[in-house]
Structure formats: structure tokens, C-alpha cells
């Protein structure tokens, strides 16, 4: 039918907002429209005017109009009306809408040929179908009538947090642009709760549509109620939980079900929740929060809270959520989330709101992670606003030569400043869980200062290389062809027990302070040179008896806990082994497993006397290889109950995901031209949103011609029982240490002689390998001397420093010598911070044991301390000041005591224990004085010294970690205590040169 339409031209001419700024606004519209900076910038910006929308729909140009004004551009509108066909359907509503996809610029005027013409606007219509097709998805919207409804009810006035997971557009856009998603994938043998979904017959990726869930304060911490919205069959729901959580049978129907759960990693059980199944809902929650929420829905009740920026928010996202009450939301967050909101409040000032979501993108088709805060604190966001670019500039920078991936990648992540808000956002393409984990391995490398590139080759391309030790997985095999574990000669493995081709040893034993102070074992098993076995699910080892002397069982078998004690540790292939004979290194295939069981309350680990358990071993007797052209993108293979399936890979890269019973699942290889297995580079693995299965990610050096897959057709477990009579951890008494210098004091005569004597020449020469200190300061009798110095970045500012000194008994192999003060810090912009970066420092003189005699390198004291200050948030330093701390002890006194783990020694301010002995090392935690213990001596029981080098984990006060180097059995302690001490402060400024 004829209609008369008007049509709504909205323009840029390239106009801002008084006071906006250009990249400012170029960032934000990128968040706005879902695409990147760089298309914005060339869209817009190149070339103005230029047509940003034309439409009939008036609202839709003026919201795209009020996007604009928003980010802090102007446009206008020119009206045209104009007559037009409408075919109305009322069976295919049109999708929801996006604010923009393209700029749409009207065409000019010509004369060529209507044959011409009429070919143009079909190649268009073409286009626009298939970019339509494949981008429909995108613009679904799944979003049920009832969502805002749902969200009022639950929008009480206490309501902390309220989130929304748009689930079947998530299986939508997973399966047309996440490209490793399988939707035929096998359920596992795991019991995780996708895979006890599909055993129940319940396939949420079909079933489920909506969820939405709510936060509020309660007395135990958060409190939750939640709404799935979808198609349910109630029975298979009750099975669900039978399964999975504890259900109070005699409180239960079938539609609505009382139950409680327990939390694996603290074994505390929830109160009871109520389970409210409706053909097409689920409401979960607290009796008191379901009738809450019940009453109204049935009212209709308004939101108490506002909810209008909220929805505009969460609408169209695939994922949203956000705090409307943040600083209730911190002191309601108990443990390590807790203070991280607490720490991002007071980073960010007086946070009054937050969102975090995740968008659909179409060019590239991707996802849009988006995140931001509302504050009260204008300057404060500011301030942040300009930090997160900065350190994001640096970061970007510092990766350009070396990870030219990751360097695009942060080109994509955006930081936004506008109004009362602050965010940041960041454009992933479809291979999402790829590009998060080259992310994610970025940053961790620039917080710990990793750097393997060498200088001159960041930019060479990768050449091929091929595995240094294929596995070599035999068509048939008889498990007696395994080597026994002892013919190939390894002594990195101390075995306590040896059968067949296994080993294990006592890896560690000690005390578990986050478990009331309850014993621990930890045993290590190994398998050598293991043919036609997995990688990842080669076998188990399992512990199933602890015993004291009378035999009775000193292991509980919770049904909790974090690693419990009857759960099987995976036998899993790690690092290459290798032992050296004939003048050459042998290398060989070596699979592990490490499993820790806590023991029962009150037990000491003296009363063990027996422990009993099996190494099983998951030999594949018959195998079939099979092989196909790379990349196999969407090909599959589906064998002996286990599938693989392969997504879009390009170049040096291979994608597939594994299911079911992916223990057959022996290699998947890319192999070159030749035939020959590539060298991987690097790889990550994750589970997709929805859906059973396991994706991988591999990236290779060299491109790959064909796929290898090798698959059990029969398992043969070869199991090896085993017995310990002892849990002790071997010591290596090969390495006998020399009598150490131990600290003692003298008159103070000598002390102020000493003090007052000029360093000598050799203290001021450094031969650090080349690498000279970055500065060196005189502070009274002390020398030292930056080696480190790392300021900026996650890390705040970090720094190692070199101490010399001079010969002082007092002082020498005192553990508790000194400490370095770093108090103030000036940058590059003249800003002075005020810090407070400790360490602690002990002194020694160097040198080496000869023929029983002790041969000084140096005639002076060295030690090393590394103050660090994790909220510095300055730029470079260009000065240092603070002072050195020298503690010069007046009195000492010697404590003697027997080790025994978990029993504290305490004397005046010092309070120590033995938290846990290992292969050749003793750890030790000091609960308070620390800076008094002066020297430690550990014996063995013929009273032979056999530790004394202590090493210490941070510069803390209180609970300090020590570890103490041993070469022999220990048992007894002698602590030398520091009871009165001199203390000489010595101040310092340093000027760092470029």
C-alpha cells in the first residue's frame, strides 16, 4: 500500500560541545555505536559532512541524535517527506536495532543505464540480506516481555546488585562467531553442572532464555534470588538437585523444592533456599526473599529502586550487571572480592554506581566488553581517568616490538570520561577466550617484569620447528613392554616407593593455618617413559589410608573441602625429564600427579605410621590414528565415546574442542608438510559459556599442513598398590654446609670505631655482569646501590638494592641487620610522593669453604633488600630519599628447642613455628619480631649442623615467611634473639641519571 513517510536525516559537520574533546568523543561513540575508535575517526571525523543516519524512524534518529550529544558531538536533523511502499508482516516483526551500523550517505544523482542501475540494487539487496543473515543474530533480541517486570520485583530498597545474562542470544552469537563452540558435544565423566544438566535431559543452550538475578545485605554476607526464565520440566529439575545439592524431601513437591547446598572449598552449608518451578520460570531464594518476590509479581509492583539507567544499560547485552550501592556492597563482601571493591572505591573516590556488560559487535564480529563507574568525585575520575591511559599507553608501547598480537589487541581498549562516569571498554573478534588469554598473559608478564625476547629479533617472524620427542603411540601394545621406573637413571625424583614404571614420593609435609592448624601430607608420583598414555588423564593417584601404630585411620573422607582427601589427582604429562650418560642428555616423557590430604583434628604427624593408596596408569592397548588437511575447520570425529570437534583456525594456529570421554583422547598434533609434528608455541583451554566439552587454543612454530588425532579404541588400566612406613621427605645430606658465622656482640668502643671507618676501595667496584647500578649513595658507614628499579605499571614502584658495610661482629650473619626506608619519591614532573617502601636486610661477610677453612671474598659486609610500594601512582623518578636503619645488637640470647611442626617458640617480642619441611628446605612462619631474630641453626638428631642460610618472603612485621636451606634430617632449632638493640639511622637522597 502507498503510504506518505517521512524521512529523518540526521548529519555531523564535524561540530563539538564547548569544551569537549575530539578523541574524547571519538571513544565514546565507539561505545556507543559497538565499534572501534579507528572506524569512528575514518567514518566521521576524515570527512564532514557526512550522513549519520536516514530513517522513517523518528524516535531511532533522535536517540542516535542524543548518542551523539552524549559523547560531545552535534548534529541535525533534515525532514523529507516522501511517498513509499509498506509491506506489512505481521509473523516477522523486525529485529531490534542497533544506534548505528553504518553511515548512511544518500547516493548522487546519475544518468547511466537502468540496466546498470537495476544491477546495483540488486548486488545491494544482496549484500544487505546476507550482511543481515550474518549479522542477525547481533540485533536479536531475546529480551522476554516479563524481564522488566522480573527486575522490579526483585528491585527492593535494600537491593545491592542486579544482573541479566541474555542467554539465547549468547547461544546465538557463540555459534555463528564463537567459532570453538560445539553444539553436539558429548557429556564428560566430570561432575560439573553443565554436564549433570545434560544427564538430567535438561540442554540449557535449547531451554533456557533468560536469567536474572539480585544481591541484597545479609547477616552471612550477600544474600541472593534469582529468576530463569524458559521452558522446564519440573522433574528433571528435582533430579538436578537431588544430585547436585541436599533436598529436603519432606518439605518438597513436585514444583517446589526445599533444599540447601554445601560450599566445596569451606564445607559450610547454606540455609535453606526454596525452588519454585513454573512451566516457564524458575524462582530461586530464601523463603523470606521468595515470598517477597512472589508478592510482588502478583501486586505488580514498581521498582523501589530506579532502574531507568539500568535497563538502558543491560539492553541489547548479551551479559550485564551492576552495584547500586557500592559501599554497602564492600562491607557486605567478605574475603578477597571484598577488598578488592573496597580497594577500586578508594581508587576511584566515592563510587556511587557501577556497570559492567558485554555487547555483541558486527564489524568485526565479536564481542564489546564494557565497564564503568559513577562517582560523586569529579576530580578523582579524572585523576584515574588519566592514569588508566597512561599506564595503558605504556603498556601498549612496551608490547609493540615484543607482542605485536597482544600490541593490536590493547589498541582496542578504550578509556571513557564522561559526566559523572568513568569506563573502559574493549572490542574482542570471534576468537574471544584467545585474545582474553594473550591479555591476560600481557599483563601478568608486565606486573612481574618478564621479559624473554632478545635484542634485535622482536619483529623476526616465526620459522618452523619441529617437536624435539614425539610421543610415539603404537596400534597395538602390551602393557608389560612398560620400563621399570628404575632404568632410567633420573635422582631429580627421591622415591620412597618404586613398582612398574611409577614412583612416589613424600613431597611435603607441614601444617595448614587456613584449616585451624590441621596436618597436611603432600605426596608427588611419577610415572618414566609412559607408552600409548594421555597427556592430560594418563592415570590417578589416589591415597586411601592414613594410620597410626594401632591402626586406626587418622585421614577423615569429607565430602567437602578444597581438594579432598578421597578425590583421585590426575597423572598428567609434564616437562620432558632428562639424565645424563654416555656424555649426552637423555630426554624422556614424564607424567605426574601431586595429592595432599589433610588429616583429622588433633593429629600430629609423628603418630602416622602407615599410608596406603594406588598409581593407576591408563595404558592404551589399541589405538587408531587418523589424520586431515588443515585447518579442518568445522570437520569433526566422534570414536570410542570420545569427539573432537575443529572451529576456524588460520596461519599457525589450530582450534578444536574435546567431549566425553576425553581420556581416549591420547594427541591431537599438527604436523608440517612432511609429516612431521610442529612445536607448539603456546596454549589455552576453557569451557565454552554453555554446553559440555573443553576448548583449545594452540598457536604453532610453523604453519600446519594436516592433523593428527590419536584415539583409544581400549583402555587397559595398569593399577600399583602401594605402602609408606615413613612420611619424612628426603633429605640430601651430599652437600654438607660449613659452620656459619654467627653474631656476636662486643664493647661499644669497637661498635663506634667501627662505624666511623671509611668503606674500602673494593666496596665501590661493581661487576654486576655488566649491567652497572642505576645510582649509588654514601649514607654514613653504609654503601648502596640501586640494581632495580621499576616504577609505573601494576607493580607501583619496585626496587632491589645492593648494602655494604663494614666488618661489624654485630652484624655479621645477622638476619635482622637493617632496613632500607624509602620515604619520599620525586617524579619527572617535579611531584613529590610520600611513601612507605620497606626492607628488611641481614649482612654477612662472603665467601667459600675450603678444605674445612672459611676464605672471605671481600673485606666487607653485603646484603640485598627490595623495598617495594604497590600505590605509588606517580611517574618516572628522577630523586629518592629516605634512610638506613643499622641494628646493632647489645644483648643476645640463644633459644633452644626441638622442631616439631606447628609448635610455637616464643621469646620476649619473637614468636616462631615450623609450618612445613619439604626436600631440602624448612619453612618457617614468624608471627611477631621478626626484626629481632638475628641467626638461625637447625641439627640434625647427632646434634651435626645441617641448616642455617635463611631466605625471607616480605618485609612485613608480623607473619613473615623463612625458608631454611637443610642437608639433613632436622631436628632441634637454635634461634639467636636480638633482646636490646642500638639502632643508627643514616638519611639518603639519590639522584637517578637517565
Known amino acids: 500500500m502507498e503510504n506518505s513517510v517521512h524521512q529523518f536525516e540526521l548529519i555531523f559537520r564535524g561540530e563539538l560541545q564547548e569544551g569537549a574533546d575530539q578523541q574524547d568523543c571519538i571513544e565514546q561513540l565507539a561505545t556507543r555505536l559497538k565499534t572501534d575508535p579507528d572506524t569512528i575517526r575514518r567514518r566521521f571525523f576524515q570527512h564532514c559532512p557526512v550522513t549519520v543516519l536516514k530513517t522513517d524512524n523518528e524516535a531511532k534518529a533522535k536517540r542516535v541524535q542524543q548518542a551523539f550529544l552524549a559523547a560531545g558531538a552535534i548534529t541535525h536533523f533534515k525532514d523529507e517527506e516522501s511517498t513509499a511502499s509498506v509491506i506489512a508482516d505481521p509473523a516477522d516483526p523486525s529485529p531490534s536495532e542497533p544506534l548505528s551500523t553504518a553511515a548512511e550517505v544518500s547516493p548522487a544523482t546519475t544518468r547511466r543505464p537502468w540496466r546498470l542501475a ?11 540480506g546476507l550482511a543481515a543473515w550474518y549479522t542477525g543474530p547481533l540485533w536479536r533480541s531475546y529480551s522476554q516481555p516479563q524481564l522488566a517486570q522480573l527486575e522490579a520485583a526483585l528491585a527492593s530498597e535494600d537491593m545491592l546488585l542486579l544482573a541479566q545474562l541474555d542467554v539465547q542470544q549468547i547461544v546465538d552469537i557463540e555459534a555463528r562467531f564463537m567459532t570453538l563452540a560445539d553444539p553436539d558435544a558429548l557429556p564428560g565423566n566430570d561432575q560439573d553442572l553443565i554436564s549433570d544438566l545434560a544427564r538430567e535431559g535438561i540442554q540449557p543452550r535449547e531451554q533456557l532464555k533468560n536469567v536474572v538475578f539480585a544481591g541484597y545485605p545479609g547477616s552471612e554476607g550477600l544474600e541472593f534470588s534469582a529468576v530463569l526464565v524458559g521452558q522446564f520440566d519440573p522433574a528433571a ?106 580497594g577500586a572505591s578508594e581508587g576511584f573516590g566515592t563510587v556511587t554506581g557501577a556497570f559492567v556488560g558485554a555487547t555483541a559487535t558486527a564489524l568485526p564480529p565479536g564481542v564489546r566488553l564494557q565497564a564503568s563507574v559513577s562517582g560523586s568525585d569529579g576530580e578523582a575520575l579524572d585523576n584515574r581517568a588519566a592514569i588508566m591511559r597512561d599506564e595503558l599507553e605504556k603498556l601498549t608501547a612496551s608490547l609493540a616490538g615484543q607482542q605485536p598480537e597482544t600490541e593490536r589487541l590493547l589498541r582496542r581498549l578504550t578509556v571513557t570520561r564522561n559526566g559523572d562516569q568513568l569506563g573502559a571498554s574493549l572490542a574482542l573478534d570471534g576468537n574471544v577466550a584467545e585474545e582474553l588469554g594473550s591479555l591476560v598473559q600481557a599483563v601478568m608478564g608486565q606486573m612481574f617484569s618478564i621479559n624473554s625476547s632478545v635484542a634485535g629479533q622482536e619483529n623476526t617472524p616465526r620459522e618452523e620447528r619441529l617437536m624435539e620427542n614425539p610421543a610415539i603411540f603404537q596400534p597395538s601394545f602390551d602393557p608389560s613392554a612398560l620400563p621399570a621406573f628404575g632404568d632410567i637413571p633420573d635422582e631429580n625424583f627421591h622415591a620412597a616407593w618404586t613398582a612398574g614404571p611409577v614412583a612416589l614420593r613424600v613431597k611435603e609435609i607441614g601444617i595448614d593455618p587456613r584449616q585451624e592448624g590441621r596436618r597436611y601430607l603432600l605426596f608427588s608420583a611419577q610415572g618414566r617413559g609412559l607408552s600409548n598414555v594421555g597427556k592430560e588423564q594418563g592415570g590417578s593417584l589416589v591415597i586411601d589410608g592414613v594410620f597410626d601404630d594401632q591402626g586406626n585411620s587418622l585421614m577423615p573422607m569429607p565430602s567437602c573441602g578444597q581438594n579432598r582427601n578421597q578425590d583421585p589427582a590426575s597423572l598428567s604429562q609434564t616437562m620432558d625429564g632428562s639424565y645424563f650418560t654416555d656424555g649426552e642428555f637423555q630426554h624422556y616423557r614424564k607424567h605426574e600427579a601431586d595429592k595432599r590430604v589433610l588429616l583429622s583434628p588433633g593429629v600430629s604427624i609423628t603418630d602416622v605410621t602407615r599410608v596406603t593408596g594406588k598409581v593407576t596408569v591408563q595404558v592404551a592397548t589399541r589405538t587408531e590414528t587418523l589424520t586431515l588437511p588443515a585447518p579442518a575447520n568445522g570437520a569433526s570425529i566422534e570414536k570410542a565415546g570420545a569427539r573432537i570437534s575443529f572451529g576456524n583456525s588460520e596461519g599457525q594456529s589450530l582450534s578444536y574442542t574435546t567431549s566425553g570421554d576425553v581420556a581416549r583422547i591420547l594427541s591431537v598434533r599438527a604436523l608440517n608438510g612432511n609429516g612431521k609434528p610442529l612445536d607448539s608455541m603456546s596454549h589455552s583451554s576453557f569451557g565454552p559459556i554453555m554446553g559440555t566439552g573443553k576448548a583449545h587454543q594452540y598457536e604453532y612454530h610453523g604453519t600446519p599442513a594436516r592433523i593428527e588425532v590419536v584415539i583409544a579404541t581400549e583402555l587397559q588400566p595398569q593399577t600399583y598398590p602401594f605402602a609408606l612406613d615413613s612420611v619424612q621427605p628426603f633429605q640430601d645430606s651430599r652437600f654438607a654446609q660449613g659452620q656459619r658465622t654467627l653474631p656476636v656482640v662486643t664493647d661499644s668502643n669497637r661498635v663506634d670505631a667501627a662505624l666511623k671507618q671509611s668503606l674500602p676501595d673494593e666496596a665501590k667496584s661493581y661487576e654486576n655482569f655488566g649491567n652497572p647500578p642505576k645510582a649509588v649513595v654514601t649514607a654514613g658507614p653504609v654503601q648502596l646501590a640501586i ?94 630519599e629516605g634512610e638506613v636503619v643499622l641494628q646493632i645488637p647489645e644483648t643476645l640470647s640463644v633459644i633452644n628447642a626441638p622442631l616439631v611442626l606447628g609448635e610455637a617458640i616464643q621469646h620476649g617480642p619473637l614468636s616462631l613455628q615450623a609450618q612445613a619441611l619439604s626436600e631440602n628446605s624448612l619453612q618457617l612462619n614468624v608471627a611477631s619480631g621478626v626484626g629481632r631474630l638475628a641467626a638461625i641453626e637447625v641439627f640434625d638428631a647427632s646434634g651435626k649442623p645441617v641448616g642455617g642460610s635463611a631466605q625471607r618472603w616480605g618485609d612485613e612485621e608480623e607473619n613473615v615467611r623463612m625458608n631454611v636451606s637443610l642437608s639433613g634430617a632436622p631436628a632441634s632449632l637454635s634461634l639467636h634473639v636480638v633482646d636490646d638493640v642500638r639502632e643508627e639511622r643514616y638519611p639518603w637522597t639519590v639522584s637517578l641519571d637517565e
Open 237 to 342: 529439575v528435582k533430579a538436578l538437585v537431588e544430585r547436585r545439592y541436599q533436598l529436603d524431601a519432606a518439605q518438597s513437591s513436585a514444583q517446589r523444592l526445599v533444599f540447601s547446598y554445601t560450599n566445596e572449598q569451606t564445607c559450610e552449608r547454606s540455609g535453606p533456599l526454596v525452588l519454585l518451578i513454573e512451566p516457564e520460570r524458575i524462582l530461586i531464594g530464601s523463603e523470606e526473599r521468595l515470598a517477597a518476590l512472589i508478592q510482588r509479581l502478583e501486586q505488580s509492583a514498581p521498582a523501589e529502586i530506579e532502574l531507568t539507567a539500568w535497563q538502558a544499560y543491560r539492553d541489547g547485552k548479551l551479559a550485564s550487571a551492576t552495584v547500586f550501592a557500592p559501599a554497602e556492597l564492600t562491607q557486605s563482601t567478605r574475603g578477597f572480592t571484598g577488598m578488592m571493591l573496597r
Open 787 to 880: 640494581t632495580n628499579l621499576q616504577a609505573g605499571g601494576f607493580q607501583g614502584i619496585y626496587s632491589q638494592w645492593d648494602i655494604r658495610t663494614n666488618r661489624l661482629a654485630e652484624l655479621d650473619g645477622n638476619r635482622a641487620a637493617g632496613e632500607i626506608r624509602l620515604q619520599r619519591i620525586v617524579d619527572e614532573e617535579g611531584t613529590i610522593h610520600t611513601v612507605e617502601a620497606r626492607g628488611w636486610f641481614g649482612l654477612e661477610q662472603q665467601g667459600m669453604w675450603f678444605n674445612g677453612e672459611f676464605r672471605p671474598s671481600y673485606p666487607y659486609l653485603n646484603g640485598s633488600a627490595g623495598p617495594s610500594y604497590r600505590d605509588y601512582e606517580g611517574g618516572k623518578p628522577v630523586r629518592l
Open 118 to 128: 537495476v544491477a546495483v540494487l540488486v548486488l545491494a539487496g544482496a549484500a544487505a
